[in-house]
């Protein structure tokens, strides 16, 4: 194999390994249930505009 070669699976490898591990945290942090604070919804209820709260 040539430096070329070598350097070039060697690159592919590690873009192979950051696209895994970046897929594996994107299904992890999707599946986490969102967070819910009625304290929050009632601050958002209270500032939304009139023509909203209709």
């Given amino acids: ?3 070329f070669e070598i350097a070039f ?3 592919a ?3 192979t390994l950051v696209s895994v591990l970046y897929m594996r945290y994107l299904v992890k ?3 986490d249930d969102p967070v819910d ?3 929050l919804v009632q601050r958002f209820i ?3 505009p009139y023509s909203a709260k209709e």
């Fill in 1 to 3: 194999m040539t430096t």
């Fill in 9 to 11: 699976d060697c690159a």
């Fill in 13 to 15: 490898l590690v873009i």
């Fill in 29 to 31: 942090t999707y599946a």
């Fill in 37 to 39: 604070d009625p304290e």
């Fill in 46 to 48: 209270e500032a939304a």
